[in-house]
């Protein structure tokens, strides 16, 4: 893990760490910067495809569960009205689509995002409770197919980082 004195620094260490190979590695800031995510090489992974599907299943469920409540398992003749009488179904129909959207949206995002992550080895780090305050992380992971211990630090300490700290699993 390498502590990097601004932004900008972070910025250029990444792309350069990204460049030379490695792929597991993610950087630390107190504040989004413009232009990381092109810099790590971040893929989009939509979640508006898993909120559709959500909404989707929100529709047909809710609107099937009311035509079998009201045609199909007790049918009730009130006042000579139909039973399957689709204008009545549809709020009930558009709030469940709207449900289960919004939990396909942030079951979706939790799992795309590999959250929720309690305890990872850089928690223990001396310096990184300062990664949520003025400080700039970079953390290359061990299981990352191009790390070597040697190798690595030599990599980052081209970048002229603040400090290196190695961190133990």
């Known amino acids: 893990m390498a502590e990097f004195e601004s932004a900008d620094a972070l ?4 792309r350069r760490v990204r460049e030379a190979g490695y792929t597991k590695f993610d ?12 810099a790590i090489g971040f893929k989009e992974r939509s979640v508006a495809k898993i909120v559709l599907l959500g909404g989707i299943l929100g529709l047909v469920g809710g609107y099937g569960l009311e035509y079998w409540t009201s045609v199909i398992d007790y049918p009730l003749n009130i006042g000579g009205r139909p ?18 959207a919004a939990i ?11 959250l929720p992550q309690p305890y990872h ?3 223990n780090a001396p310096r990184f409770s300062l990664a ?6 970079l953390v290359i992971e ?8 040697e190798g690595t630090r030599q990599m980052l300490m081209s970048l002229h980082p603040r400090e290196i700290v190695e961190v133990a699993h």
């Open 104 to 114: 396909a949206a942030l079951v979706g995002m939790l799992a795309l995002n590999g």
């Open 27 to 38: 950087p630390m800031s107190p504040f989004p910067i413009h232009g990381m995510g092109e």
């Open 11 to 14: 910025l250029d260490a990444a």
């Open 132 to 137: 949520s305050q003025d400080s700039f992380f």
């Open 83 to 100: 039973t399957h009488s689709w204008p009545m179904f549809v709020p009930p129909a558009f709030e469940t689509t709207i449900l289960l």
């Open 121 to 123: 080895p850089v928690f």
């Open 142 to 149: 061990a299981d990352d197919p191009k790390f070597e211990a």
